[in-house]
Every structure is written in C-alpha cells, then in structure tokens.
Antibody, heavy 118, light 107 residues
Framework: QVHLQESGPGLVKPSETLSLTCTVSGYSISGGYYWGWIRQPPGKGLEWIGSISHSGTTYYNPSLKSRVTISLDTSKKQFSLKLSSVTAADTAVYYC???????????WGQGTLVTVSS | AIQLTQSPSSLSASVGDRVTITCRASQGISSALAWHQQKPGKGPNLLIYDASSLQSGVPSRFSGSGSGTDFTLTISSLQPEDFATYYCQQFNSYPLTFGPGTKVDIK
C-alpha cells in the first residue's frame, strides 16, 4: 500500500521560498501515476497547486504558476514543491498525493502545516 | 477554470439516516468527478472516482451518481465514523478543482 509523507519547515518568512518534500513508499515513483500537491488554508477548502507525471511533465494551477516549481527525484523516491515569494495568504496545510493518470487523487499524505510569518 | 458548488454546505443527521450531497459543475465534465472524505486533522480519503466507481476498501453504503454537470454522493445508512467533511473534485480539465465541501455532523 502506498504511503506518502510530507516534510519541511513549518515556518517561513514573508518573501522567502517555501520548500516541501514528499517521500513515497510502497509504490514506485516511476510507475504510471502522477504526483500532486494540494493545500488547505486553516478552516477552508482544498486548492490544487500542481502535479508532476512519472516522466517529469508538470502541470500547475494558473493562479500560482509564476511562483511554483514541482520536481521529481526518483533515486530518493521523492517529489518536491517550491513556492516562492510567500505571503501570509500562503499559510496552509500542504498535502502531497498520488493521482491516477486521469488525475483523481487516490492516496494522500497526512499534511504539514506551513505558517508564513516574520 | 471549472467551478464546483456543493449543497448543502452542512447538514445534521442521525446514525442510520440516508444522506445525499450534491455537486454541480459550471460546465460539463462527463464523468470526471471524484468524492473525498476528510476528518478533522487528517488528509482526505478517496471514496468515489469516475462519478460512480467505488474505491477499493470503501464501504458499499457509499455510492455516487451523475454525469455532465450534476452529481450526487449518497450514504445509504450513516454510521458514526461517517461524520466528516466531503469534497467533490473534477479532473476533466486543468486546473483541477475541488468543491467547497459539505460538513456532516451529528444531529
């Protein structure tokens, strides 16, 4: 059974870059699935940030595209998120998830809270 | 971007009740809809994909229906562990989007 675990700093200063990593176990990250990042501001709903295919093709939410980079490291069984120029509006629980090739998310990490504050 | 609306935004129900949640898309999405359940402090859990396909391991009291713009999630007999927030998600086109959620709590 696939397991995903987010890791990274829980506090980021405004204007800096948020960096998170998702470690995948129980499934080959090079398999046919996609890998995504979704976030949830406190008390609010879910927002898709972007996804990366097993071959490295990326898909980003246009609302965040200018600030987002998602990458894949198959040797470490990880994929990563970088979000630049963060503000308080980027404070959220960040989830990594596995997506089918048609993009429904079938396995989720437990999430990690990232707070943007000086 | 395709917008999803859900109704109701919240509901109160009793154990054993039949519960129906509706999700409406701003344009046709065929059957490209999933339903996720989220409990407080946890990551979401996939219940239904392709509008009506039950994810492996999910109890059969959960069912989904619909196509085009109108979809429903039905819980045939609500159990104590079903009190949670439910989100629909469209995967017809990028950007992927989620509905605002429906919170189901105890009456």
């Amino acid at each position: 059974q696939v397991h995903l675990q987010e890791s990274g700093p829980g506090l980021v200063k405004p204007s800096e870059t948020l960096s998170l990593t998702c470690t995948v176990s129980g499934y080959s990250i090079s398999g046919g699935y996609y890998w995504g990042w979704i976030r949830q501001p406190p008390g609010k709903g879910l927002e898709w940030i972007g996804s990366i295919s097993h071959s490295g093709t990326t898909y980003y939410n246009p609302s965040l595209k200018s600030r987002v980079t998602i990458s894949l490291d198959t040797s470490k069984k990880q994929f990563s998120l970088k979000l630049s120029s963060v503000t308080a509006a980027d404070t959220a629980v960040y989830y990594c998830a596995r997506a089918s090739p048609t993009d429904w998310f079938d396995s989720w990490g437990q999430g990690t809270l990232v707070t943007v504050s000086s | 971007a395709i917008q999803l609306t859900q109704s109701p935004s919240s509901l109160s129900a009793s154990v054993g009740d039949r519960v129906t949640i509706t999700c409406r898309a701003s344009q046709g999405i065929s059957s490209a809809l999933a339903w996720h359940q989220q409990k407080p402090g946890k990551g979401p859990n996939l219940l239904i994909y392709d509008a009506s396909s039950l994810q492996s391991g999910v109890p059969s009291r959960f069912s989904g229906s619909g196509s085009g713009t109108d979809f429903t999630l039905t819980i045939s007999s609500l159990q104590p562990e079903d009190f949670a927030t439910y989100y629909c998600q469209q995967f017809n086109s990028y950007p992927l989007t989620f509905g605002p959620g429906t919170k189901v709590d105890i009456k």
